[in-house]
């Protein structure tokens, strides 16, 4: 990029600090969303939004950041260096954008990817009233788990990649399961709060715009440096994600041998959003590989499981958590800023050409 990047924050206070000037900087108005919770600092919690353009829009451009909190870093860098240079110029007439920055506070704060409740925000959108779903794969990997060690998690994925094969213990893993409250990847039994807070931030803040873009910021998944569109949606909503994006979009509900992720937040927005066109779409920043970062992300549920976050050991793999998902190289800061960009911008010619 032609202009310097500014370094990542490593801790959620400096995140938030940088956000909340810059969306001060873009003239946005901001709400904030105070989580009950405090962070390892006693720092202080909060989802913060920020609302930008057209008043009553009929095109609305959604940024979320921290779904899974470690991987807020990447996202609230990303929307923090939209709202320093562009947002202001950005948004066409008729169009609003909203800013969600941190919907998982805790989970940033604690270098978790999951809630404050144990919870995988984006398996927690279910209708809690019906059966729930299955998933024998995590079944039968659970109690491995269970008797595992936080020093042992290297050892349990090598046994469990060479047991299944690596797409199918990462399968197994990670795409959510709802009989294990104290599991890993579990969906939950209730709403998290995190739930409850962007349902009601939708509720109030889309009003009558007929066509939503909704973005989500993750990392972790692909090859380094990489920014990757996902789309949880089908038919013609999947076809419109290509119109945006173009046809290089993974599309896990349509792709032979993918899991399907239920209670995916995309589905939460499809249900609260009713009949408006509702475009969906995660971006994966890639880091490092499922075979360096599954084993923290295990260390890191064995730590929270038994009390040691604020050990030495739990420090640390709060650490390597960031790490795996926020890398602290700056060429890779660089390319992922500058590939994010990209993105922003092709959600708002979308919003505007693709429907």
Not at 68 to 95: I, K, N, Q
Not at 116 to 141: G, K
Request: proline content about 6%.
């Amino acid at each position: 990029m032609s202009t310097m990047v500014k370094a990542f924050a490593r801790n959620f206070s400096d995140s938030r600090d940088r956000f909340l000037a810059a969306a001060d900087k873009a003239g946005a108005v901001l709400t904030t969303y105070a989580h009950p919770l405090r962070g390892p600092g006693d720092e202080p919690l909060a989802c913060d939004i920020a609302r930008l353009g057209a008043s009553d829009p009929e095109m609305l451009l959604v940024l979320i950041t921290g779904v899974h909190g470690v991987e807020h870093y990447p996202g609230s860098a990303s929307v923090c260096d939209w709202l320093e240079r562009s947002a202001v110029e950005g948004l066409p007439d008729g169009m609003g954008a909203v800013v969600i920055h941190a919907i998982n506070p805790w989970g940033a704060a604690w270098c978790r990817r999951y809630t404050e409740d144990n919870v995988d925000l984006a398996r927690n959108f279910l209708d809690f009233d019906a059966p729930r779903p299955t998933h024998p794969p995590y079944q039968e990997v659970e109690p491995l788990l269970r008797h595992m060690e936080g020093h042992e998690a290297q050892e349990v994925i090598q046994k469990l990649f060479a047991r299944l094969g690596e797409r199918e213990a990462i399968d197994a893993l990670m795409s959510g399961q709802y009989e294990y409250p104290d599991g890993f990847s579990f969906g939950g039994h209730v709403a998290t709060w995190s739930r409850e807070t962007v349902e009601g931030i939708l509720a109030d803040q889309v009003g009558s715009a007929k066509r939503v873009c909704l973005v989500e910021f993750h990392s972790g998944l692909g090859p380094w440096g990489e920014v990757m569109p996902v789309s949880m949606q089908t038919g013609s909503d999947l076809d419109r994600a290509r119109c945006y994006y173009g046809e290089n979009i993974i599309a896990p509900r349509v792709e032979k041998g993918s899991h399907g992720a239920p209670g995916h937040t995309t589905d939460g927005y499809l249900q609260l959003l009713g009949e408006r066109e509702v475009s969906s779409i995660v971006l994966e920043y890639g880091t490092y590989p499922p075979s360096e970062s599954l084993p923290v992300l295990l260390a890191d549920h064995w730590v929270h499981a038994n009390g040691k976050a604020l050990t030495e050991f739990g420090r640390k793999i709060a650490s390597e958590n960031l790490e795996m998902h926020c890398p602290s190289d700056a060429a890779w800061q660089s390319e992922v800023i500058e590939k994010g960009t990209a993105f922003i911008a092709a959600s708002i010619r979308g919003l505007q050409q693709c429907h």
